[in-house]
């Protein structure tokens, strides 16, 4: 299964337990913390590349400060519908979802449904894609919505989430 956010697999109980306390901290005084929820939306074959993106919002000295309110468990269930509770859940905590793109992310029928539901919620969306340019061929809601692509580039993706999470 494709996208579902993919939660921490890959992260280690430090890492996981880190991410939980600055969300927990950002729950109870939003406006202290700087920090956005975000929920990420990928294909399940690009989880290396989704753990290094969460491994560099976690450095202190990084522009990108968010709480990935992305699935930390893949759902034991083959019925559509539960997982899409689940899923609907995670993004309804988010402010702004951001896709992370790939050669593989076109095929992901869950990347399309999140990205649907992110707007039918009224929540930013973002793609974020690696390299020099994104891949060619993109989900087709990004196209359909016109969905903003960026870099991945710790500034410029900090950039687009400030904008997207106050254009709410």
Request: aromatic letters at 6%; one cysteine or more.
């Amino acid at each position: 299964m494709g996208g579902g956010g993919g939660g921490g697999r890959g992260l280690t109980s430090d890492e996981l337990r880190y991410l939980e306390q600055r969300a927990k901290k950002s729950m109870k005084d939003p406006g202290s913390t700087g920090i956005c929820n975000v929920f990420i939306s990928f294909a399940s074959e690009d989880l290396n590349d989704v753990n290094m993106l969460r491994g560099q919002a976690k450095n202190q000295n990084s522009d990108i400060e968010f709480n990935d309110w992305s699935l930390k468990k893949p759902f034991d269930s083959k019925e559509a519908e539960y997982i899409k509770r689940g899923i609907r859940e995670r993004i309804r905590q988010c402010s702004v979802t951001v896709v992370y793109i790939s050669d593989k992310t076109a095929d992901s029928k869950w990347v399309n449904w999140e990205i649907q539901e992110s707007i039918a919620m009224g929540k930013g969306v973002i793609a974020m894609h690696k390299g020099e340019r994104p891949p060619s061929r993109l989900p087709k809601a990004i196209r359909d919505n016109k969905i903003p692509v960026v870099p991945w580039n710790q500034k410029e993706l900090a950039k687009a989430i400030k904008i997207q999470s106050e254009g709410r």
